[in-house]
């Protein structure tokens, strides 16, 4: 079945950059996401890339995808104390009649200032 | 807009009693999700309801029912609690099944079952 694999903890000084990797197994992936989770809250979306771009940047998050080795990064440039959280990455695909998102364990970032 | 809201925050419950979990979304959204987030296992599909009227099972149905009470409220029931049934639970909705809609959360329920 599908499976989405995650680092469990990154630690990285305020002002460095971060770079959060992630594997996936389903080649039928049509859309990747990472997700942020604050302590107590919910998930909240950070940004999406579609499988059949490369890269894709917003503000000071940058995404990589490389569908050959399936693997999916999310670079947090100048990382900042409230960068701090859980981050979530998923995949979208079909499964059945369901477009199933599959979500990684979550890789817990701390930023120390 | 509220976006999806979640009730209760916080419960703790004995084994073997019942409770509902409540969630709304007010985005008119046709899908929505319930999940539950357990430490190292990342967050799990317990139902959906791709739109309403229409429910269907997830990964881990088993000791849950659903109801889609209208478009915008989707609710998770326990009926006899379990320990294993500790977790946090989330609710979700999306507007549509399209690859390319995403799905909005909500700030989660936690449970404790004792």
């Known amino acids: 079945g599908e499976d989405v694999e995650q680092s469990l903890f990154l630690s990285v000084r305020e002002g460095d950059s971060s770079v959060i990797n992630c594997t996936y197994t389903?080649?039928?992936?049509?859309?990747l996401y990472w997700y942020k989770q604050e302590p107590g809250a919910g998930l909240q979306l950070l940004t999406y890339?579609?499988?059949?771009?490369d890269m894709k940047q917003d503000q000071r998050l940058t995404v990589l995808l490389n569908k050959k080795d399936k693997h999916l990064s999310l670079r947090i440039a100048d990382t900042q104390t409230g960068d701090s959280a859980i981050y979530f990455c998923a995949e979208k695909g079909q499964s059945g009649g369901y477009q199933k998102v599959t979500f990684g364990i979550g890789t817990k970032l701390q930023v120390i200032p | 807009n509220a976006g999806v809201t979640q009730t209760p925050k916080f419960q703790v419950l004995k084994t073997g009693q019942s409770m509902t979990l409540q969630c709304a979304q007010d985005m008119n959204h046709n899908s929505m999700y319930w999940y539950r987030q357990d430490p190292g296992m990342g967050l799990r599909l317990i139902y959906y309801?791709?739109?309403?009227?229409?429910?269907d099972k997830g990964e881990v149905p088993n000791g849950y029912n659903v109801s889609r009470l209208n478009k915008r409220e989707f609710s998770l029931r326990l009926e006899s609690a379990a320990p294993s049934q500790t977790s946090v639970y989330f609710c979700?909705?999306?507007?549509?099944?399209?690859?390319?809609?995403?799905?909005?959360f909500g700030p989660g329920t936690r449970l404790l079952v004792l």
């Open positions: 309801s791709a739109s309403e009227g229409t429910t």
């Open positions: 979700a909705s999306s507007p549509g099944q399209g690859y390319q809609e995403t799905q909005y």
């Open positions: 389903d080649s039928s992936s049509t859309y």
């Open positions: 890339i579609f499988s059949n771009m």
